[in-house]
């Protein structure tokens, strides 16, 4: 069995996440770790929270507290909704973790022994009514290649270009709004990038199997224009990791902080040492560093596509430059937007589903199995509530749950609470047995490969194969004229309910164990062979019948949370 290392983009934290960064990365992720699990690998699931940078600084100081307390309780109520997701972190750690603190400045230290960090004096635009210079992203304006009016300090969001904010034409603070701007001298450190680009390129060009959406992301910011730029590493902030070097001191840069994104995927790394100091685990380097047995590890990310520069160049860059055995990523899984209704999520204006409004009104299993069959892969998707209540009752309470409903009552009624005995396979049963074993390794080829929309909809389709069964043999008819023959029908649906059970775990593992529960076993034993997993039950064996795996979503309901969540329409 192998090792596979699996990190999810970690949130930010400025407030709670909305259902589009959920199946963006750390969702999909989930999947991919349960369902490895499941087939015995040994895994470690890392994520955190990303707590550094302006947002949260100025998030806190709207929440009246202080930065570092308003991080921990952020923390722990995005901890607890991750938990009501069931997201199976091995640990959900923190940006601002004392190890975390120690790995950036002793990475940046190395860099800078490698040569590969020059100090730049530079001019940064500082605002007079804020009292502070301007993080790239608060400021504002006009962008001068494309015209668009909101263009970004460091992008414009129309066009893509990478923009200093000295370029825009008209800027103003996000902050206040002010104007009155002023171009002041600072002096930061930059990652040479550029002196690693050749490498970058070829590590890049060497992932063939690489998702179209993350290597053209990756080769865009590559080649496009003037090629990939050396880049900032420091900010002018109080909060965040002091700019150290190793553990000496800086001369010059008292007073600053390393930038957000150079420290935010360092803590990937940080978050296994946070992990083991925790007591959870032992020897986290034989997960991160290949000279102490990281050679036979598998690492995947996943991460929405604006993360994608980030983990594809700038992260790699900086483990590369260390010239030190740190692992680097095997396998990058980006994906597109979840788009809110024919619009955008948005937390200013209140549109859409947010992580803990969706708990209040539905279980977890619900959101899991609609996010993850409409994952967007292969393009932007988009959440109405008529697509949502159409699936939901569909294919979790028409089909899979009116299965297990089916067949336990029946059972009950004619047989009592035990799994029957008698009969033997005919036709249709084989036919059904070469059916599921064709699915389940479609199925599994799809889930190992990351293809989470083709993986949700080869489950359906294998939930559908055991309905479909039940109605064309009908036990309760047969029950009339051959007795024999509907007890081995039922024997043989009942085990098929452990066996959804274990397969439908990685997508909504709450219902999972309601289904083992009922057939009163802890067998959860992967179905490699349909044909002998179908005889885990034995005649004899106790079974309850379970209250509704799922209940249908009303037409009252789905217009009140339709109006509810509608927001202010842009």
């Given at each position: 069995?192998a090792?596979?290392?699996?990190?999810?983009?970690?949130?930010y934290i400025?407030?709670?996440?909305?259902l589009?960064?959920l199946?963006?990365?750390?969702?999909?992720?989930?999947?991919?770790?349960?369902?490895?699990?499941?087939?015995?690998?040994?895994?470690?699931f890392?994520?955190?929270?990303?707590?550094?940078?302006t947002?949260?600084?100025?998030?806190?100081?709207?929440?009246?507290?202080?930065?570092?307390?308003?991080?921990?309780?952020?923390?722990?109520?995005?901890?607890r909704i991750?938990?009501?997701?069931?997201?199976?972190?091995?640990?959900f750690g923190r940006?601002s973790?004392?190890?975390?603190?120690?790995?950036?400045?002793?990475?940046?230290?190395?860099?800078?022994?490698?040569g590969l960090?020059?100090?730049?004096?530079?001019?940064?635009?500082?605002s007079?009514?804020d009292g502070?210079?301007?993080?790239?992203?608060y400021?504002?304006g006009?962008?001068?290649?494309?015209?668009?009016?909101?263009a970004r300090?460091d992008?414009?969001?129309?066009?893509?270009?990478?923009?200093?904010p000295?370029d825009l034409i008209?800027?103003?603070?996000?902050?206040?709004g002010s104007t009155?701007l002023?171009v002041?001298?600072?002096?930061?450190l930059?990652?040479?990038?550029?002196?690693l680009?050749?490498?970058?390129?070829?590590?890049i060009?060497?992932k063939?199997?690489?998702?179209i959406?993350t290597t053209?992301?990756?080769?865009?910011?590559?080649n496009?224009g003037?090629?990939?730029?050396?880049?900032g590493?420091?900010?002018?902030?109080?909060?965040g990791?002091p700019?150290?070097?190793?553990?000496q001191?800086?001369?010059?840069?008292e007073?600053?902080?390393?930038?957000?994104w150079?420290?935010a995927?360092i803590?990937?790394?940080?978050?296994a040492q946070?992990?083991?100091?925790?007591g959870?685990?032992t020897?986290?380097?034989r997960?991160?560093r290949t000279?102490k047995?990281?050679?036979?590890v598998r690492?995947?990310?996943?991460?929405?596509?604006?993360?994608?520069?980030?983990?594809?160049?700038?992260f790699?860059a900086t483990?590369?430059?260390?010239?030190?055995?740190w692992?680097l990523v095997?396998y990058?899984k980006?994906?597109?937007?979840?788009?809110?209704?024919?619009?955008?999520?948005?937390?200013?204006?209140?549109?859409?589903v947010?992580?803990d409004?969706a708990l209040e009104?539905?279980p977890?299993?619900?959101?899991?199995w609609w996010?993850?069959?409409h994952?967007?892969?292969?393009?932007?998707?988009?959440?109405?509530?008529?697509?949502f209540?159409q699936?939901?009752?569909?294919d979790?309470?028409?089909?899979?749950?009116?299965?297990v409903?089916?067949?336990?009552?029946?059972?009950r009624?004619?047989f009592?609470?035990t799994?029957?005995a008698g009969?033997?396979?005919?036709?249709?049963?084989e036919?059904l047995?070469?059916?599921?074993?064709?699915?389940?390794?479609?199925?599994e080829?799809?889930?190992?490969?990351?293809?989470?929309?083709?993986a949700?909809?080869?489950?359906?389709?294998?939930?559908?194969?055991?309905?479909e069964y039940?109605?064309?043999?009908a036990?309760?008819?047969?029950?009339?004229t051959?007795?024999?023959?509907?007890?081995?029908q039922v024997?043989?649906?009942?085990?098929?309910?452990?066996?959804?059970?274990?397969?439908?775990?990685?997508?909504?593992?709450?219902?999972?164990?309601t289904?083992?529960a009922?057939?009163?076993?802890?067998?959860?034993s992967?179905?490699?062979?349909?044909?002998?997993?179908?005889?885990a039950?034995?005649?004899?064996?106790?079974?309850?019948?379970?209250?509704?795996?799922?209940?249908?979503?009303?037409?009252?309901?789905?217009?009140?949370?339709?109006e509810?969540?509608?927001?202010?329409r842009?």
């Open positions: 069995m090792r596979h290392l699996i990190t999810s983009a970690i949130p400025n407030g709670i996440k909305h589009g960064n199946v963006g990365s750390q969702l999909p992720a989930d999947l991919y770790a349960r369902y490895l699990r499941q087939r015995g690998h040994e895994v470690l890392l994520c955190a929270t990303d707590e550094h940078g947002p949260a600084e100025l998030a806190a100081a709207k929440a009246g507290k202080p930065v570092a307390e308003y991080c921990a309780e952020m923390h722990d109520v995005q901890a991750a938990d009501g997701f069931r997201l199976s972190f091995d640990h940006s973790s004392p190890q975390n603190h120690k790995l950036t400045q002793a990475f940046a230290g190395r860099l800078a022994d490698q960090i020059r100090e730049v004096t530079e001019e940064q635009v500082y007079v009514a502070r210079f301007l993080p790239d992203r400021i504002e006009t962008c001068p290649n494309c015209g668009f009016e909101s300090g992008q414009c969001d129309n066009c893509t270009k990478q923009l200093d000295t008209n800027p103003h603070s996000t902050i206040s009155e002023e002041r001298e600072t002096k930061h930059y990652l040479r990038q550029s002196f680009k050749d490498k970058l390129a070829a590590w060009d060497s063939t199997d690489w998702p959406l053209s992301i990756a080769k865009k910011w590559l496009d003037d090629g990939l730029q050396d880049r590493i420091t900010r002018d902030l109080d909060w990791i700019v150290k070097k190793g553990d001191d800086w001369p010059g840069m007073g600053k902080v390393f930038y957000v150079f420290d995927p803590e990937y790394i940080a978050c946070e992990w083991q100091d925790a959870k685990g020897d986290w380097e997960w991160w000279d047995g990281a050679d036979d690492y995947t990310q996943f991460m929405g596509k604006d993360n994608v520069p980030f983990h594809t160049l700038s790699p483990i590369m430059g260390t010239q030190e055995p692992k095997d990058i980006s994906f597109n937007y979840l788009n809110y209704d024919g619009g955008q999520f948005s937390t200013s204006r209140g549109r859409g947010f992580m409004q009104i539905l977890p299993d619900y959101w899991r996010l993850l069959s994952a967007p892969e292969t393009s932007d998707a988009e959440f109405t509530w008529e697509t209540q699936d939901v009752n569909k979790l309470a028409d089909v899979l749950g009116n299965f409903s089916r067949i336990t009552k029946f059972c009624s004619k009592g609470e799994v029957p009969g033997s396979y005919g036709p249709a049963e036919q047995i070469s059916d599921l074993t064709t699915r389940l390794s479609a199925y080829h799809h889930l190992d490969a990351i293809e989470v929309r083709k949700a909809a080869e489950l359906r389709a294998i939930w559908v194969l055991g309905n039940l109605q064309a043999n036990p309760w008819t047969t029950f009339k051959d007795s024999e023959t509907a007890a081995m024997r043989l649906a009942l085990n098929l309910i452990r066996i959804y059970a274990v397969m439908s775990a990685p997508f909504i593992p709450d219902a999972s164990v289904m083992i009922a057939m009163q076993t802890d067998d959860d992967w179905p490699g062979d349909v044909a002998a997993a179908l005889t039950l034995p005649a004899g064996h106790a079974f309850t019948v379970p209250e509704n795996l799922f209940r249908k979503i009303t037409d009252e309901e789905r217009t009140d949370w339709a509810r969540f509608a927001g202010v842009d």
